[in-house]
């Protein structure tokens, strides 16, 4: 598995942007697709967007595209999500999650490894 910690979550009035990071560490890294899921008060997980092993493919749930865009730097073992646009419907905590793939799957079963979360609150 891969160890996971997430961070940059905070309070942000909504139109605004945050930049949320996820420090890898363990199974090799560079090999692994990577993605955000979030999960909302009252409401089950849900995915956000994810990366491939490369870089080179991404995924994205339709809430997020053209807002949030997701990347990775393998150097570093790192995963970014920066969102841009944030409304009141983003406030969640937000996860970072590891697959066992290279591929950008977007089903939280494909993934095995998942960080503590990172609280972001958009308010009005």
């Known amino acids: 598995q891969v160890q996971l910690v997430e961070s940059g979550g905070g309070l942000v009035q909504a139109g605004g942007s945050l930049r949320l990071s996820c420090a890898a560490s363990?199974?090799?890294?560079?090999?692994?697709?990577m993605a955000w899921f979030r999960q909302a008060p009252g409401k089950e997980r849900e995915f956000v967007a994810a990366?491939?092993?490369?870089?080179?493919?991404?995924n994205y749930a339709d809430s997020a595209k053209g807002r949030f865009t997701i990347s990775r730097d393998n150097g570093k073992n790192m995963v970014y999500l920066q969102m841009n646009s944030l409304n009141v419907e983003d406030t969640a905590v937000y996860y970072c999650?590891?697959?066992?793939?290279?591929?950008?799957?977007?089903?939280?079963?494909?993934?095995?490894?998942w960080g503590q979360g990172t609280q972001v609150t958009v308010s009005s």
């Open positions: 990366i491939n092993w490369r870089g080179d493919n991404t």
């Open positions: 363990g199974r090799t890294f560079s090999s692994s697709a």
């Open positions: 999650a590891a697959a066992p793939t290279p591929y950008a799957l977007s089903r939280s079963r494909n993934y095995d490894s």
